[in-house]
């Protein structure tokens, strides 16, 4: 007996739903470009469908592009900078290095920087190793266009993607480091664990509070962090985010912040802080994201 409609749209929902983040880093836009697929999907004629994997991420990815187009506006207007909306991810996510590091927040935020035709190029060849035809049926392009702009998008994300991974026992020190400070005010574990030309990037969507521009440098980083925690009762533990352990930040019982960090040569060089409440709505459920 033929596998149903629903079916199919079960068995690829996961890949859709990470191929739609990969694009939006949003998992609530994620969520309405599956819902708008399977509407599509099931009005599809599927005698007509050769691929049905690839047909269904093309439908994800027209979509994602529409969503991406018209997020532009929002995200001008955004207060503060705009980090993605972390996820609760399985372990076995950890165990593929390219997906881990494709999901990572640290590239999710090196992806907004590049255009929604080129970031959707860039995702589909680089973490789910489609086709150039493919892509191209997707994006609407030409194979040698979509050639072209994947040689773009991959060159423009080198230029920026954090450099090296951290071995697990590089990561806990820094992690550890961190737990302490909240843990006790000790502002020298900080200070031993970040780089000297660290970067702290924060997301407080005008709601909480967080620092409108990235802060550069150890010191600023530090005096920045103590004063967000003064006179706070924090609580903090490790999760696993988005193919990483991060660290989670209760404040009277309410999850507060979310904190990932870019560890290279054993030291922290970068920290993405989302204080969003909006984004954090999300984290009371592991999320299973997939190649």
Request: aromatic share 6%; proline share 4%.
């Amino acid at each position: 007996m033929s596998a149903t409609a629903t079916d199919v749209f079960v068995e690829h929902r996961n890949l859709l739903f990470t191929v739609a983040y990969e694009m939006l880093g949003s998992a609530a836009d994620a969520e309405d470009v599956l819902q708008e697929t399977w509407l599509r999907w099931a009005d599809v004629d599927r005698s007509e469908v050769r691929d049905e994997r690839a047909y269904l991420v093309r439908i994800a990815t027209r979509l994602a592009l529409n969503r991406m187009r018209s997020n532009v506006r929002r995200r001008e207007s955004y207060v503060g900078p705009w980090l993605p909306e972390p996820l609760l991810t399985t372990p076995d996510v950890a165990e593929d290095v390219e997906l881990a590091d494709s999901v990572s927040l640290a590239m999710l935020t090196v992806l907004e920087t590049l255009g929604p035709t080129e970031r959707a190029v860039f995702v589909l060849r680089e973490v789910f190793d489609f086709g150039y035809d493919e892509i191209a049926a997707a994006v609407d392009k030409t194979p040698a266009a979509v050639r072209q702009i994947a040689h773009r998008a991959r060159a423009h994300v080198e230029e920026r993607r954090p450099r090296g991974e951290p071995t697990p026992s590089e990561r806990e020190r820094a992690l550890q480091g961190f737990l302490l400070a909240v843990a006790t005010g000790d502002i020298q574990s900080l200070m031993d664990v970040l780089a000297p030309d660290v970067v702290l990037i924060t997301d407080g969507g005008g709601v909480k509070k967080a620092a409108l521009r990235p802060i550069l440098g150890r010191d600023k980083v530090v005096r920045f962090l103590d004063a967000v925690a003064t006179g706070i009762d924090a609580v903090a533990d490790v999760v696993v985010v988005n193919g990483a352990p991060a660290l989670r930040v209760v404040v009277d019982g309410e999850l507060d912040t979310i904190a990932s960090m870019v560890v290279e040569d054993g030291l922290v060089t970068g920290l993405y802080v989302v204080r969003n409440p909006q984004k954090l709505a999300r984290l009371d459920a592991v999320v299973t994201l997939t190649r």
